[in-house]
């Protein structure tokens, strides 16, 4: 379902404009207060994964003591690093091809691709996420490819040059702290005509109509008590507000916007493909508790389609999108 790669909104900085319901962006200040909150949601895997869990997506089974993590339902997990992790392997044709995925989590989308019998390195600065990378593979691991891991910050670790056909930003581009510097780096990482993935998000996008949506959908799960996160306003108008602030302006740190991640994409790697995906119900799923999980797993299929029905109508902004491009001969001063 692709969707037009113009957003709907217009990104302006002008003060007065968001009265008039634009999102105004506001550069180089603070990372939001739930960029944060979902940066410590990532980090909720790396605290409460029990000893022995696997993230293993051809293995799925409940983690129940995952509780704010989305591995702790099968059925959550089926909705979200699933379809992320095919609509990753399934962009990457060729055999035996040379990986990066950086900043790869659990590993389970390099895991992934390296029974699809192509050679992976997965880097990680979370030495957990790395145990973890490592114990799935020692566990799960299956297929030709050589499977490797390695803590490291992308920004200070040396590769070698010209040794990749393919480099991954799975999820992780937003929080690097120079988008620019980190995409000259995986140029030359890449072999002449090698190939980016980037699948990311943008939450800058939110506009008023999609803050409305998730409103809509969260607020009757948290009058049921079903659900985690901190509680929105009864008034609606405020609590379209505060979804609209949480997702845009209320940064405390700097978290990559669109246009800070499409630019220099396209400036070092000509576009072949460009899509947008579902992601605001990762959100809601990873907040909601319905005891009953066969309720829960109906509850978040229909998040889950009704935004793909509302992105595919244009009703709603998107925010997961996907840039498939070949590396450009040279890098433009
Ligand atoms: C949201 S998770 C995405 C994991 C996986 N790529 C996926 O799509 O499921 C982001 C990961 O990037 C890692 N990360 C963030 N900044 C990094 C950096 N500078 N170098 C390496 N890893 C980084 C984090 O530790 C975290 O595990």
New binding site residues.
């Given amino acids: 379902m692709p969707i037009s790669e113009q957003p709907k909104i217009q990104l302006v900085y002008k003060p007065g404009a968001q009265a008039r319901g634009i999102v105004v962006v506001n550069r180089r200040t603070s990372a939001s207060r739930s960029r944060a909150h979902?940066?410590r949601k990532?980090q909720t895997v790396?605290r409460e994964a029990p000893p022995n869990f696997v993230a293993d997506l051809q293995r799925l089974r409940d983690w129940p003591s995952m509780k704010g993590s989305l591995w702790r339902r099968a059925s959550l997990v089926k909705l979200t690093?699933a379809p992320?992790a095919r609509l990753l392997t399934g962009s990457i044709s060729g055999r035996n091809l040379k990986i990066l995925?950086?900043?790869?989590?659990?590993g389970?989308?390099s895991l992934e691709l390296s029974r699809m019998g192509h050679d992976v390195m997965g880097?990680?600065?979370?030495k957990r996420?790395i145990e973890i990378a490592t114990r799935t593979k020692k566990i799960s691991r299956s297929g030709s490819g050589k499977l490797q891991y390695e803590m490291?910050?992308?920004?200070k670790?040396f590769g070698t040059t010209g040794a990749y056909d393919v480099v991954?930003f799975?999820?992780?581009l937003h929080?690097?702290p120079d988008p620019e510097n980190a995409l000259s780096k995986a140029h030359g990482l890449l072999k002449s005509r090698g190939r980016i993935l980037c699948?990311e998000y943008a939450y800058n996008m939110m506009d008023k109509k999609t803050a409305a949506w998730l409103y809509q959908t969260r607020k009757p799960l948290e009058l049921q008590h079903w659900y985690s996160s901190a509680h929105l306003p009864d008034d609606p108008g405020k609590g379209v507000d505060l979804i609209m602030h949480e997702a845009v302006t209320g940064r405390k740190q700097h978290i990559n916007t669109f246009e800070e991640m499409i630019r220099p994409l396209k400036r070092s790697f000509h576009q072949e493909t460009f899509s947008w995906h579902p992601y605001h119900f990762w959100d809601v799923l990873s907040d909601m508790r319905i005891p009953n999980p066969s309720l829960e797993a109906r509850l978040a299929t229909m998040v889950k389609e009704l935004e793909e029905y509302l992105l595919g109508t244009g009703e709603i902004q998107p925010a997961l999108f996907l840039y498939k491009g070949t590396k450009a001969r040279h890098l433009p001063h």
């Avoid at 880097?123 to 979370?126: E, M, S, V």
């Fill in positions: 979902r940066r990532y790396a690093h992320n995925d950086v900043g790869c989590g659990t389970c989308i880097l990680d600065r979370n996420m490291a910050d992308f920004d670790w991954i799975s999820r992780v929080d690097l699948l």
